[in-house]
């Protein structure tokens, strides 16, 4: 029996094993994205997830959670039944999780929400990447500040929920806007997690145009004034992670930034101590590079 794999899934989604309920994105149009440039959006049939469903364990024998494929699965038409059979067939899972688009999950409805936490579907990874209205709009998102709050409430009352934040995305230009909106759009929607990713630009998507000419992509110290920013302004209950490589800062080839994790707003003073002291580095220190310098010459991989 042959397996479709999905492509992508989230760092913290490694171990879990992967189940393809869409092929592609819905939505398709962000402007920095590639992820799924080259497919056409499908919602695959019933009876194949199925099958794949009752032989999960051959393909993940060490696995103890589960991820839905690909970017938006809540819109497959079945949605409710296929994490029922997964649930039934699976004992063994702890946690069900899928990624979903914030306007989706806006917009739908309470009882099927509900549904789909009684079935077993437990945490949601959302695109956030912004909070501030003029750069949703730039990169083309698709959602609003409001969608983003809507979709983070309605999500919480039944799901643990991750937003994703995209560090560096309104440039140079909008960096303290970007960092400000974000903040307050996670005050308001109080996700579980929020995980930073610092911006890849990846060749041939529509961002990498706007480079140069919309936005001034940052530097490392430009980079943890953002982050700075950010933590500084967060004052829901949330735990923050930089668990990304993106966010690493090197010097001669060893990464002497990783990041920042901890509980906010409990573990603020930490965390800004930690970006204070790389800011000093950065300050003293010849030729840091970001993850993307690091990537552009081979050293990484992202
Ligand atoms: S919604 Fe997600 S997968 Fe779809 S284009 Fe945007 S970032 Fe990419």
């Known amino acids: 029996m042959n397996y479709d794999y999905p492509p992508y899934r989230p760092p913290s989604e490694a171990g879990s094993a992967l189940l393809r309920v869409v092929r592609g994105c819905t939505w398709n149009r962000c402007a920095f994205c590639s992820m799924y440039k080259d497919l056409k959006f ?41 994490v029922r059979y997964l649930r039934e067939k699976n004992p063994w899972i702890e946690r069900v999780t899928a990624y979903a688009r914030a306007r989706t999950v806006a917009r739908m409805k309470r009882e099927k929400l509900e549904a789909l936490r009684d079935v077993g579907l437990n945490r949601l990874h959302i695109g956030m990447e912004s909070g501030d209205e003029e750069i949703l709009e730039m990169i083309g998102k698709g959602a609003t500040s409001e969608d983003l709050i809507n979709a983070g409430k309605n999500a919480k009352e039944f799901f643990e929920v991750s937003f994703y934040y995209i560090l560096g995305l309104g440039g140079r230009e909008k960096l303290k806007n970007h960092a400000l909106n974000s903040a307050m759009v996670v005050n308001k929607a109080k996700p579980d997690f929020v995980r930073v990713r610092t911006l890849t630009v990846i060749p041939g998507t529509p961002l990498e145009r706007m480079v140069g000419r919309k936005i001034t992509l940052l530097t490392p110290e430009e980079q943890l004034r953002e982050l700075k920013i950010l933590v500084e302004n967060i004052d829901t209950e949330t735990y923050f992670t930089c668990d990304h490589v993106s966010n690493y800062l090197f010097h001669n080839n ?49």
């Open 254 to 302: 060893r990464a002497f930034f990783m990041g920042v994790h901890g509980r906010l707003p409990d573990e603020r003073e930490r965390m800004l101590e930690d970006i204070e002291n790389a800011l000093e580095l950065v300050n003293v220190l010849d030729d840091v590079m970001n993850s993307n310098d690091m990537a552009k010459l081979g050293r990484i991989i992202m």
């Open 42 to 82: 499908e919602q695959r049939s019933k009876e194949e997830i199925f099958r794949e469903i009752e032989h999960l364990r051959e393909f993940f024998p060490a696995a103890r959670t589960a991820f839905l494929g690909d970017s938006n699965p809540l819109v497959h038409k079945d949605i409710v039944e296929i």
